[in-house]
């Protein structure tokens, strides 16, 4: 599973502009971040779809790609859906700050917007289909949990979310 299979064409870029940083840069935050808010939207998949369907669905993705203003309030209510407190949100940066040498203000910044850009774009993929969004999900932390390489986003997402959520599901 590489970066591009979890964000939309043009992704990257986006985070990148709306940042006022060079896309090298988005594409390490992102890297640091995914393996996390991925892992959270597993533990809560029961209740994801739903949850992103009121946000928006694939429309979350378009919303960040799309030219007009993110509404980062609505990434901010989904990284409540996924991790459940503010606190968590910015320990995920904290610990990605760690991972990646990059700030964690920045990343906490970076958090909603890329949270948008994978539930919309996984949203996108799973057709509509009730229960889509979940089997996608799925396939792609099956993808996380193999050996070998991918885009960065292997290895830590136990350790990470284990001690960020505490085991909650």
Do not use: Y
């Amino acid at each position: 599973m590489n970066l591009n299979d979890l964000l939309p064409n043009g992704g990257i870029e986006a985070l990148a502009g709306q940042l006022g940083i060079p896309p090298e840069q988005a594409r390490r935050g992102a890297e640091a971040l995914l393996p996390s808010v991925l892992g959270g939207m597993g533990n809560n998949s029961a209740a994801l779809e739903t949850h992103v369907d009121a946000l928006g669905g694939a429309g979350l993705a378009h919303n960040v790609v799309g030219g007009e203003p993110t509404e980062i309030a609505r990434g901010n209510a989904l990284l409540g859906g996924i991790f459940g407190s503010k606190a968590a949100s910015r320990e995920v940066a904290g610990q990605a700050a760690e991972n990646s040498g990059l700030d964690p203000a920045l990343l906490r910044q970076m958090l909603p917007i890329l949270a948008m850009l994978v539930a919309g774009h996984l949203s996108s993929r799973s057709g509509g289909q009730q229960g889509g969004l979940g089997r996608i999900l799925g396939t792609v932390l099956g993808g996380l949990g193999g050996a070998g390489t991918n885009g960065g986003l292997n290895g830590g997402l136990g350790g990470i979310l284990g001690s960020i959520l505490g085991g909650r599901r």
